[in-house]
């Protein structure tokens, strides 16, 4: 029985700078569920997340050349890339706040999403409440959180990516844990919801 191997992220990234979109395509596969998720981390919104998915991919192939692999992988900066696109999507979002606040709000959904619906809005009011908290942290402290608290990034690949030591990543980390034990409800912290 052969063994499929699976090619690094080094040499995806060195076919997709070469232009090969089907390489592309198998480190979407690879990261897409992980940067979605993130995403949804940032926002409290999957289909703000799904949005800020497709704009991390298509930032990612324009700028193929300027990517910054970290010990072999690309998803680190791919996480840096979802913050930043998400950042943008807040600014955008800002100036439509007035007036779908004025829109009534949908009360019905497709059929076969029904059953997902409850389960998707408890997440999203839940995230609701954590962003609501989260965005009381410095910027710095926040990217912290998302990148290695939320997506599991280690503290020297934060480091690598953001271009500041390890120690830094680590006390930014430990001052947002500290904030946000004071701050979070105590059901969301124990995960009761």
Known sequence: ???HVWPSDEDLWSSIVAGDESAFGRLFDRYSRSVYNH?????????????VTQATFLVAWRRRHDARLVDGSALPWLLVVATNAVRSEWRSARRWLALLRRLPAERHADGDLADEVPARLDDERQMTEVLSVVRQLSPAEREAVALCLWSGV??????AVLGISEVAV?????????RLARLLPEEIQEGKR
């Not at 995403?39 to 949005?51: I, K, V």
């Not at 680590?170 to 500290?178: D, G, K, P």
């Open 154 to 159: 280690s503290y020297p690949d934060a480091a």
């Open 39 to 51: 995403a949804f981390r940032l926002t409290g919104s999957w289909s703000t997340a799904e949005d």
């Open 170 to 178: 680590r006390s930014r980390v430990s001052r947002a844990r500290s």
């Open 1 to 3: 029985m052969r063994h």
